[in-house]
Each structure stands twice: as C-alpha cells, then as structure tokens.
C-alpha cells in the first residue's frame, strides 16, 4: 500500500517522505507560496497548494504532515483529522489541555493515524535506556531527569526571525515549558509511566532585548529557563530543565538524559557517556554518538549553529535494519531521529497500527509541560496533570 502526503509548512521532511517507498507523492503548501515552490522544484515534489484549506479538500491527498509555528499544531491538526486525513505533526501536540483532549477525541471518532514527531523518542540515550529497562538492568528506576538545552544564541534568533516575520520577537518569548517534548519524551520514552504531578519554578529573563518580554510577547511570557519536578506513577520521580538562556554547547547536543536505579544508573552530558552501577563505570559514549553526514545542500537556508541538528547519522544504538534502504545515503536530523520518525508514520498508515508516538503518547509527553508553565505562573505551586489513559486495543 502507498498514500500520498501534503506537507504544511516547507520543511526538513520532505527528502523522507518522498524516499519512503510507502508514499506515492508528496504535495506541499506554505503561508509564504515561494517558499512552497522552491521546496517542490528542489525535492521533485507533485506539486503546491495555495492553502491548507484548499490541501484539505483534495481527493489527491491522503494524510498531512504539519510543520508549522509550535502554537498552531492543535487546531491545524484538528483541521486535518476532521477533513478525513491522517496527520502527522511536529513538536509539540498543542498548547492547552482542551486541544489535546479535542485531538484524542477526534482520533477516536475517525480512526485515522496521528502521530507526533518527538525526536527524543530515538535520541540514542533513550532508546539505549528503553533497551535496558526492558531487559531490568537498572533494577527499579525511581528518578530520571531529562534537558533540553538550547541557547537563543545558537540559532533560535535566526530561527525566529525567518518564520516570524517583523514581529518574531512577539513569538520568540514562547514559554520554555509549553515546548517540553525533547526532555520529557526522553524521560518517558524510555521509562514506562506518566507524571501525576508537577511543580515548577520559572527564571525571569534579563536580556532586555525585547524577547521574554511581558509586554511584546504573544504569550505574556517572560521566562526564559524553566525547571520542573514531576512525580510518576509507580513511584518515583522526574526532573526536566528547559533552558534558552545558558552557557552550553547546544550545537554539540541539545537533549541530554540521565537514569537513575536500585542496581544501575547511565548519564549523558554534552560529550561523554556512562554507565554506572556497584561495580564501577563503563564509558558508553561510543554507542550513544551519531555520525555526521556531509552538509547537504537544502541546509543552505539553516542557520550555522542548527545544522548539526538535521545532518547527524545514526548511532550504532540505533536498529536501522527495519528501514528502506532509500534512506541509506539521505540527510538525518537530531541525532538519528528522523530516519526513523518518517518511517514510523509511513508504516502506521499503511498498516492501520498505531505509531510509536500515538495520540496517548503524546498527550502524556506535552501536557506535563503545560501543567508545569502554569506552576510556574503559580510560583511554583504543586499541581496535579490530567491523564488520558494509553491507547485503546487495537
């Protein structure tokens, strides 16, 4: 079986897609129609769309994948499930409890895919923890933490600017804790439980600059770095930092994990790895560090210090048996997560199963975080996260 795809919002992805042998062809549209052709005439692509609207009433088109600005995935997500399309979507899932439960009802209704690209969800240091919790090498897991430390400076200012237009500083305040997929995914991705609850503490910026500023930001936000400590079911606990005002590479590696148990522990910093347990230390960084692949010419348009995000290779934790070979030679992204996100889409639609990061996955991978900005906004008050349960039996 094979479908075609509409891509919304001229991404990285499209290469993938087009690749996969289980999609037929690849249509793309964008706020800004240049962008959109440049995308189809470089990637060979079926053809534009002058609007989503106008993607979403084509017979010619089967299912979505959003790329858009991170506080417009909700609706536009619900858009395409309502219109009969299976939706697959960047990070992260929405920005409200009511858009995430609205998500899972309407996947219910329709039984079409959805599926979130968490990249955490194959970030080496997950999927070698996944691997080892499985196998109970850590004994009971009782603490996780998990960082997403991405620094303005390194990219997000230029990110901003290209998609926002002249008024990107309103949208660069974007709180910290409403984009908590890459750490949280990592924590969850690998150990098997949800939070139950959360308080968090909030780091006024003081750049003054303009971004996180009460008084431009779309958001009324003006924290820059957030942490928050969440409780688990089962017992046990999590801590996550989202930091956007830090010194530390985040060229070399944004998301960084640690895993700690009654037998065993792993930690990861920016550039070393290990395993740890009674006995003594085992230096894993070679298993956990993805390959560079060649800069690839689509990344001309990406700033500097973000490439390394979209060229990294796979890492040798990574099972790349179960990919098309068309993948073999193509660009990956996020320290091997890309190759493998595309795929899992792909083989959900054509297979009618869920993917890795389903409706349930990922309200309990976004909704945390939007609990944990309004303990924030609290001070720092403990609050209880609402739950959706795991995905009903096929």
């Known amino acids: 079986m094979t479908f075609s795809l509409?891509?919304?919002?001229?991404?990285?992805?499209a290469r993938l897609f087009l690749a996969h042998p289980g999609v037929r062809e690849v249509?793309?549209?964008?706020?800004?129609?240049?962008r959109a052709e440049r995308l189809a005439a470089a990637e060979g692509l079926s053809g534009t769309f002058p609007s989503y609207e106008a993607m979403l009433e084509s017979k010619a088109v089967?299912?979505?994948?959003?790329?858009?600005?991170?506080?417009?995935?909700?609706?536009?997500?619900?858009?395409?499930?309502?219109?009969?399309?299976?939706?697959?979507?960047?990070?992260?899932?929405?920005?409200?409890?009511?858009?995430?439960?609205?998500?899972?009802?309407?996947?219910?209704?329709?039984?079409l895919t959805y599926m979130m690209g968490e990249t955490s969800q194959y970030n080496p240091a997950t999927?070698?923890?996944?691997?080892?919790?499985?196998?109970?090498?850590?004994?009971?897991?009782?603490?996780?933490?998990?960082?997403?430390?991405?620094?303005m400076d390194l990219g997000f200012y230029d990110a901003y600017r290209y998609s926002g237009g002249e008024?990107?500083?309103?949208?660069?305040?974007?709180?910290?804790?409403?984009?908590?997929?890459?750490?949280?995914?990592g924590v969850l991705g690998a150990w098997r439980t949800h939070a139950l609850s959360v308080s968090a503490i909030g780091v006024r910026d003081e750049r003054g600059d303009g971004v996180f500023d009460k008084e431009i930001s779309q958001f009324g936000n003006d924290f820059s770095n957030a942490t928050a400590l969440f409780e688990v079911a089962g017992g046990g606990?999590?801590?996550?930092?989202?930091?956007?005002?830090v010194g530390y590479p985040s060229h070399i590696r944004e998301s960084r994990f640690r895993f700690f148990g009654t037998d065993a522990s792993m930690e990861q910093l920016a550039t070393v790895s290990f395993w740890q347990d009674k006995k003594g230390v085992r230096d894993i960084t070679?298993?956990?560090?993805?390959?560079?692949?060649?800069?690839d010419p689509s990344l001309?348009?990406?700033?500097?210090?973000?490439r390394a995000a979209f060229t990294s290779g796979s890492a040798p934790v990574h099972d790349r048996a179960r990919l098309p070979r068309a993948f073999d030679h193509l660009h990956n992204g996020h320290e091997g997560s890309h190759h493998f996100l595309a795929d899992d889409f792909v083989t959900a639609v054509n297979t009618r199963t869920l993917p890795s990061v389903n409706a349930w996955v990922a309200a309990r991978y976004t909704l945390p975080g939007i609990v944990a900005h309004e303990s924030a906004r609290q001070g720092g008050v403990r609050l209880e996260i609402p739950d959706f349960g795991n995905a009903p039996e096929a």
């Not at 509409?6 to 992805?13: D, E, K, L, N």
């Not at 070698?128 to 996780?144: P, T």
């Not at 956990?288 to 800069?295: N, R, S």
């Open 6 to 13: 509409g891509i919304v919002g001229a991404g990285q992805f």
């Open 27 to 34: 249509h793309v549209t964008d706020l800004l129609p240049e």
């Open 62 to 111: 089967d299912a979505v994948a959003i790329f858009t600005q991170r506080w417009t995935h909700g609706p536009l997500v619900l858009q395409g499930l309502n219109a009969g399309k299976h939706v697959y979507s960047a990070v992260p899932m929405a920005v409200s409890t009511e858009e995430i439960a609205a998500i899972i009802d309407a996947v219910r209704a329709t039984g």
């Open 127 to 151: 999927v070698h923890a996944r691997n080892q919790i499985a196998e109970g090498a850590f004994g009971r897991l009782f603490y996780a933490e998990g960082d997403y430390v991405h620094d």
């Open 167 to 185: 008024n990107w500083k309103a949208t660069a305040s974007y709180p910290p804790l409403l984009y908590p997929t890459h750490s949280v995914g």
């Open 237 to 245: 606990s999590f801590r996550t930092n989202e930091f956007r005002r």
């Open 286 to 295: 070679e298993l956990l560090e993805p390959t560079l692949a060649p800069d």
């Open 300 to 306: 001309q348009h990406i700033a500097p210090a973000l």
